[in-house]
């Protein structure tokens, strides 16, 4: 069973900085693609960034530019680097794995490609 533990969050002012962190149990090398996603209070959960099972990068729109996610294999853990941090960043941040190999693509983005989810951190900005 994978488990996924986020750290990291806080309270950042507005073009501070702020990284994620999400440790994976019973990590497989080159089984997972995974990504981050974002709650606001009212909203819908969107997928910011988000990492394939070969080790390609995307970002929304949103976040492009600014926030980076990556990996590393050998501590198995997640990363989600925030720059230039705005109030509309505020929001509980989780990450999620997909077992399997796989590219990324626009499902990359969509909640229901994943298959484990971690509890979440929150990220205040002001």
């Known amino acids: 069973h994978v488990q996924l533990v986020e750290s990291g969050g806080g309270s950042a002012q507005a073009g501070g900085s702020l990284r994620l962190s999400c440790v994976v149990s019973e990590y497989t090398h080159s089984t997972y693609a995974m990504g981050w996603f974002r709650q606001a209070p009212g909203k819908e959960r969107e997928g910011v960034a988000a990492?394939?099972?070969?080790?390609?990068?995307g970002y929304a729109d949103s976040v492009k530019g600014r926030f980076t996610i990556s990996k590393d294999n050998a501590k198995n853990t997640l990363y989600l680097q925030m720059n230039n941090l705005k109030p509309e960043d505020t929001a509980m941040y989780y990450c999620?794995?997909?077992?399997?190999?796989?590219?990324?693509?626009?499902?990359?983005?969509?909640?229901?490609?994943?298959?484990?989810w971690g509890p979440g951190t929150q990220v205040t900005v002001s």
């Open positions: 990492i394939g099972s070969d080790g390609s990068t």
């Open positions: 999620a794995a997909y077992v399997g190999s796989r590219v990324l693509g626009p499902w990359s983005y969509e909640r229901g490609t994943y298959d484990f």
